[in-house]
């Protein structure tokens, strides 16, 4: 699974570009998200609230589409995952 990830999800990872292997058959999308902060634990903060839900403002896709089917939606090992959360700016 390849994530990129975007503005300080970027920097808390330290890299924009993440290959994670989901150990799971039949892999979702919360599959591939509990192996990246399995991978890099620092983003659970950012992507999660208390309740451990992830946070409605981000924006989830797969292979360049919404992911409107939330976390249950399936991956593959070749699926492309982008996380990135809201930009403002002038």
Do not use: C
């Not at 975007?6 to 919360?30: H, K, M, R, S, W």
């Amino acid at each position: 699974m390849h994530w990129k990830l975007f503005a300080d999800l970027a920097e808390i990872a330290g890299n924009n570009e993440i290959a994670i292997e989901v150990a799971v058959d039949d892999p979702t999308v919360q599959d591939a998200l509990d192996a990246l902060v399995a991978a890099i634990p620092e983003l659970e903060a950012r992507l999660y609230t208390d309740n451990g839900e992830l946070k409605a403002h981000l924006n989830l896709l797969k292979n360049g589409h919404a992911v409107d089917d939330g976390v249950s939606t399936p991956v593959e090992a070749g699926d492309e995952l982008a996380l990135f959360p809201p930009v403002s700016g002038g």
